[in-house]
């Protein structure tokens, strides 16, 4: 053992173990947070609701941990044995959670039925059972940083934390890359969560060795009889120390701001850069990096301790970094168009392309972010270093959580996702001039820093102001699809408009409807002269008036094979035409599940009101998830018709899985039929057969059209050898759908079979 090593219980040094351990540990914890927000979006759904009560609930028992169980424990001594403990515990309850969850489905059942899906009551509900079942393995996680904190640096904390902070944050990284790209495609939820143990069981023997071998390094000394003139210094009375609420206060708002960045990030780059499973993958590993590296650069600042000062200019530093961000955001877009013509068919690089698209915009802010947890921590200090990292890390939580949910909720739907990035860029300025304002008051400042700090702040307001709104039509033009890129080119090389590439493309484009919902940003546009209208959601087409042939057979086909009258779930709305289509077709009372309520909003945009499904009293629309729903209800159909976006967006490919399909059986009735539109355009062919083999292990029987080009089947399971009835496809609703679908004759439908 060296001798840092011998003294790190009361210095700052970080002693390799340390260091492995932690990183260990964190890319343990990532992975359990993946697997356990995937194994609950399978029983509370994929809406910004379910996910936000799983992030809250998490983010609550690592805040109770540190601050009521970390504090306590760091006090016993012994560190990095606790800490061994602390990793074995989160091994075994991190095995057990995972069929744990799986056992509550049948209690959110219950409640979600009697309480109702979009009800206060069931919200309140969902909350306190997921927060309760995961409050074990979230405690014991975080109490293991004040522990540690405790164990190097008892006395003033700074330097040792700020490097634990940052090596916990790089294994981060490192889980979500192993999650995203290795782990979670190839070994699935269980395997991963062992993986995960695996990790946290290495990390604790190595702390538990390492506790050991300083034991038999470390001989303890003889108490030394205290110098007259320390006892003396002891005995005077000490001036009370300022109260640490106010910079709690500040603390509590700087983690507000930086979920509300962390939020409007991830919507702006997944409106750019696609929905992808990879795409957010990508981005938060930009993010994580950033804080990790702040972290890891002002632990060398901290050697020469921490003030007011300090923590004022990280945050006008962010509030400036963050404004000049907004001058460069509305080029993304045209940023990805070049890097996606550059990069071809290489996938690779045009991922690496986007990891430095978002580097370049975001790393500066991030690693600002990432110093700001071990100086705050140093200011909160009034005791012991492992009760100040648990309280700090508290304080923090706390802000983060109501960040977070007042972002998604509230900021996104009200002001956008510019208006929330202003909001917080604001925020922090203002959190930087009242810590500068609280240092004058307590006169550790000169006022010439509150004057230096106010004139950031200005600047950054101004260079905000001056910032171009956002064009929702070039954001939008989905240009992460390379068909869609290659048309932006051709386009913008013809186009009689100037700015840009993609402004010159879409320069004969006129916005109908847009919205920057709490799950998805929703646009409705047409061309120049009104009649090609379609909708675009995250960016991406999901309907419009060119490809009418899919929309209106995924809803006369499988109407017209099922009963009369037959009670019908269609799930996803889009532009309407399909749910339009099969009440043509003789369906019944009718559900329509649409996650994102913008959507539904701009459906009206496709119909006459007096036409419009919505409007139709057999017509019954639910905002929420479709997975819940088919788990829980207790309704039975005749019809499900699914029509989801396409399976490669993150949440999406849940509706194109075994898992689904079976649920999608347990609800149909003995004769009913089901219905799956699936894309074979921009996709792989290992991914068609994947989906396709998913099907038909649950629905081994039925019939398959080609439409629209084919470019898209439409998958028709039905029993006992059911067949489509031309007779119910003459009348004049029918023909009106038809019609709009330019398909001459009913037994033109028939033709589509495979």
């Not at 970390?70 to 095995?95: K, M």
């Not at 309704?635 to 396409?646: A, F, K, T, V, W």
Request: some cysteine.
């Amino acid at each position: 053992m060296s001798k840092s090593e011998s003294r790190a219980s009361g210095s700052s040094s970080l002693p390799l173990w340390a260091a492995v351990c932690f990183f260990v540990s964190g890319a343990a914890g990532l992975l359990y947070e993946i697997v356990w927000s995937k194994q609950l979006a399978y029983v509370l759904g994929s809406s910004l609701h379910a996910v936000a009560t799983v992030a809250a609930a998490f983010l609550c028992g690592l805040a109770i941990g540190a601050r009521v169980l970390g504090g306590p424990l760091s006090r016993r001594g012994d560190g990095a044995r606790l800490y061994a403990v602390l990793e074995l515990g989160v091994a075994v309850l991190g095995v057990a959670l995972l069929p744990l969850l799986r056992g509550v489905e049948p209690v959110f059942g219950h409640f979600y039925r009697t309480l109702g899906a979009d009800s206060a009551g069931f919200a309140v509900v969902r909350f306190v059972l997921t927060f309760v079942v995961l409050l074990p393995p979230t405690v014991l996680m975080g109490a293991t940083l004040p522990v540690l904190v405790e164990h190097f640096e008892k006395d003033l904390v700074g330097p040792a934390l700020a490097r634990l902070y940052a090596v916990n944050t790089f294994g981060a990284v490192a889980g979500s890359a192993l999650a995203g790209f290795v782990l979670m495609p190839t070994l699935g939820l269980a395997r991963t969560t062992y993986v995960a143990a695996a990790f946290n069981l290495a990390a604790g023997a190595l702390a538990w060795y390492a506790g050991g071998a300083r034991k038999a390094a470390v001989a303890p000394a003889p108490a030394a009889a205290p110098a007259p003139a320390k006892a003396a210094a002891a005995a005077a009375p000490i001036a009370p120390a300022p109260s640490v609420v106010p910079v709690a206060v500040l603390f509590a708002l700087s983690g507000f701001a930086a979920l509300a960045f962390q939020i409007a990030w991830v919507r702006l780059f997944s409106l750019v850069f696609g929905s992808s499973v990879y795409s957010f993958a990508g981005v938060l590993g930009v993010y994580l990096f950033g804080l990790a590296l702040g972290s890891t650069c002002i632990s060398f600042v901290l050697r020469g301790g921490a003030n007011l000062q300090l923590f004022a200019r990280l945050q006008w530093a962010l509030a400036l970094s963050a404004a000049a961000g907004l001058h460069f955001f509305g080029q993304l877009p045209d940023r990805m168009l070049e890097l996606s013509l550059r990069s071809g068919a290489s996938w690779s690089a045009l991922f690496t392309g986007q990891i430095g698209l978002v580097a370049m915009l975001l790393l500066v802010p991030c690693a600002l972010l990432g110093a700001l947890f071990p100086v705050a921590t140093r200011l909160l200090q009034r005791g012991r270093g492992g009760e100040a990292a648990g309280f700090a890390y508290a304080v923090n939580t706390a802000g983060t959580l109501a960040g977070s949910l007042a972002a998604g909720f509230v900021l996104v739907p009200a002001l956008g996702v510019q208006g929330t990035h202003v909001a917080a860029l604001g925020l922090s300025a203002a959190i930087a001039v009242a810590a500068l304002a609280l240092g004058l008051a307590r006169r550790e400042l000169p006022m010439g820093e509150l004057v230096i700090g106010v004139a950031a702040a200005a600047l950054a307001g101004a260079l905000a102001w001056g910032a171009p709104a956002w064009n929702p039509t070039v954001m939008s033009a989905g240009v992460f699809r390379p068909v869609r890129a290659s048309e932006l080119q051709a386009a913008s090389r013809v186009s009689g408009g100037g700015g840009s590439a993609i402004e010159r493309a879409v320069f004969d484009e006129h916005l109908l409807y847009y919205k920057e919902g709490a799950n998805a940003t929703v646009l409705v546009g047409a061309d120049a002269t009104g009649q090609q209208r379609w909708l675009k959601v995250g960016g991406k087409v999901d309907a419009s008036t060119k490809d009418m042939e899919t929309q209106v057979l995924l809803g006369l086909i499988p109407a017209a094979t099922a009963d009369s009258g037959a009670r019908t779930l269609v799930i996803g709305l889009g532009s309407g035409y399909t749910a339009a289509a099969a009440l043509a077709a003789g369906a019944g009372k009718t559900d329509v599940v649409e996650l994102e309520r913008g959507v539904a909003e701009a459906s009206e945009f496709f119909h006459e009101p007096a036409r419009n499904p919505l409007r139709d009293p057999r017509v019954t629309l639910t905002i929420g998830d479709a997975r819940t729903l088919l788990e829980h209800t207790q309704d039975r159909y005749g019809l499900i018709i699914s029509e989801p976006s396409n399976p490669w967006l993150a949440g999406v490919n849940n509706l194109f899985t075994v898992d689904f399909y079976r649920r999608v059986r347990s609800r149909l009735e003995p004769d009913g039929v089901f219905c799956q539109w699936m894309q074979l355009y921009e996709i792989s062919p290992e991914t068609i057969r994947s989906m396709m083999a998913s099907f038909l292990e649950v629905f081994p029987e039925g019939d398959v059209y080609a439409v629209w080009r084919a470019v898209d089947v439409v998958l028709v399971a039905s029993p006992g050898g059911r067949k489509l009835s031309l007779d119910r496809l003459r009348g004049p609703e029918v023909r009106r759908m038809l019609d709009a679908a330019n398909i001459a004759r009913p037994e033109d439908v028939s033709g589509a079979r495979r």
